[in-house]
């Protein structure tokens, strides 16, 4: 069964340092999304993205943060300057078209030191 | 924004009971409800998702139902087994799949614990 992928799957990083997570959706997907999960708390939407453009954000996808989708198959998220705050679970996600289902990927836990 | 609460927060069943988890949401526009599992550690996996054109769907021991006047929706396991252990997230978005211009508003989880 085909799978969103997700590396690295631990990101350990300095405050103010800059992280790239990345994310291979599955091949035939369209809509790709990146949701974090602070630990013990609830799954929060951070962006969606479709058609080479961001869709949709959350009040928590400020400036700091940016998605890429640089070549057919890579999916990045970027935390320019990344805060204590920014500690979490993330999972790239994607889906097809119409009422395709939302598939998840395993996630990159980022440290942030 | 959409606002998803569900409860409870954490709910033990003995082994071979029913579980039910209960969500509501704010957005009458909204009509997508998935509900995920997540074990420990790992990513969420879809267990069963609704649309409101549907007021009921079951799959094996799984069923969830809807009711879009009142906007909520619930999560139903039957004859719990010990695998059923996790957190169960219910969600919503107006969206099919939480695609298109807004993605999925998750509730704060349920962790559901299965008493041998």
């Known amino acids: 069964e085909p799978e969103v992928t997700q590396t690295p799957s631990h990101q350990v990083t300095q405050m103010g340092q800059e992280v790239i997570l990345r994310c291979v959706p599955i091949s035939n997907h369209l809509y790709f999304y990146w949701y974090r999960q602070i630990l013990g708390q609830k799954v929060e939407f951070l962006v969606s993205f479709y058609n080479n453009e961001i869709s949709e954000k959350s009040e928590i996808f400020d400036d700091q943060f940016s998605v890429e989708r640089p070549d057919g198959s890579n999916f990045t998220l970027k935390i320019r300057s990344t805060k204590l705050e920014d500690s979490a679970m993330y999972f790239c996600a994607s889906s097809g078209t119409g009422q395709e289902k939302l598939f998840f990927g395993s996630g990159t836990q980022l440290s942030v030191l | ?116």
Do not use: M
């Open chain 2, 1 to 116: 924004g959409e606002n998803v609460e569900q409860h409870p927060s954490t709910l033990s069943v003995q082994e071979g009971d029913s579980a039910v988890i209960k969500c509501t949401y704010s957005d009458s526009a909204s009509n997508y409800f998935p509900w995920y599992k997540q074990e420990l550690g790992k990513r969420p996996q879809l267990i069963i998702d609704i649309r409101s054109n549907v007021g009921e769907k079951k799959d094996q021991r799984i069923a969830v139902t809807l009711n879009k006047t009142a906007k909520h929706f619930s999560l139903h396991i039957t004859e719990t087994q010990p695998e059923d252990s996790a957190v169960y997230f219910c969600a919503a978005s107006w969206g099919y799949s939480g695609g298109g211009a807004d993605g999925l508003t998750f509730g704060k989880g349920t962790h559901l614990i299965i008493q041998p």
